[in-house]
């Protein structure tokens, strides 16, 4: 069983359209994360959800939009896309919603805009 | 604002060989600092967590200490294994449910 599970694992898009990404965690979790790893493999924070409410919106695009139906659930849509957003995208979650749990990574969603 | 370091930001050694990774963080207000590796193309795997109360964990051939006052962790593995071969990343939690990543340390093990 995968504990952090993102869809879809690689998609290619042509700049200007529409995209979600997907992420489910298996953990019983409170928390869940956006991460976004660039070309030099830098990973940075872009959103946190515990149970369902934000806790960290970094400063990202109005045009990346977070939506936590359940606390399994974290989605990640983003619109008019743009060729800067080529990029892995990981999900993760961690126990509660304090700050001594341990961090559970997806496999990541590699964005490739065109 | 935290910032972590993480030295060499490259390594190739032969097998065998016992090696250290280093980590260095700005703040020295930490919860936990936890150390991950990622094979290409591939998501993080958790290796170690210490609390910040902690002064090191270990795990198989893996031992990663805390000296949170100078702001400094290392990660020794012993014994390597070419399927040791990826990329080393250390993390620092912060205020909240804030995780700030450093830049990795690329080893490679040699057969």
């Known amino acids: 069983d995968t504990a952090v599970s993102q869809t879809p694992k690689y998609l290619v898009t042509q700049m200007g359209n529409d995209k979600s990404i997907k992420c489910e965690q298996n953990?019983?979790?409170?928390?869940m994360y956006w991460y976004k790893q660039d070309s030099k493999k830098f990973l940075k924070i872009m959103f946190s959800y515990n149970n369902k409410e934000l806790i960290i919106n970094e400063t990202v695009p109005n045009r990346f939009s977070p939506k936590s139906p359940d606390k399994a659930h974290l989605n990640l849509h983003i619109n008019s896309l743009e060729l800067g957003d080529s990029a892995v995208y990981f999900c993760?979650?961690?126990?509660?919603?304090?700050?001594?749990?341990?961090?559970?990574f997806g496999e990541g969603s590699r964005l490739t805009v065109l | 604002k935290q910032e972590v370091t993480q030295i060499p930001a490259a390594l190739s050694v032969p097998e065998g060989e016992n090696l250290v990774l280093n980590c260095s963080f700005t703040?020295?207000?930490?919860?936990?600092l936890q150390w991950f590796r990622q094979d290409p193309g591939k998501g993080l795997t958790s290796l170690l967590l210490?609390?910040?109360?902690?002064r090191e964990q270990t795990s198989g051939r893996l031992n990663a200490s805390l000296d949170k006052s100078s702001g400094r962790s290392t990660l020794y593995i012993a014994a390597s294994q070419p399927g040791d071969s990826a990329t080393y990343l250390c993390?620092?939690?912060?205020?909240?449910?804030?995780?700030?990543f450093g830049e990795g340390t690329q080893l490679t093990v040699n057969p």
């Open positions: 993390a620092v939690r912060t205020s909240g449910s804030r995780l700030t």
């Open positions: 703040d020295s207000a930490i919860y936990n």
């Open positions: 953990l019983g979790h409170d928390t």
């Open positions: 993760a979650s961690s126990p509660g919603g304090g700050v001594a749990g341990e961090l559970f």
């Open positions: 210490i609390q910040s109360s902690q």
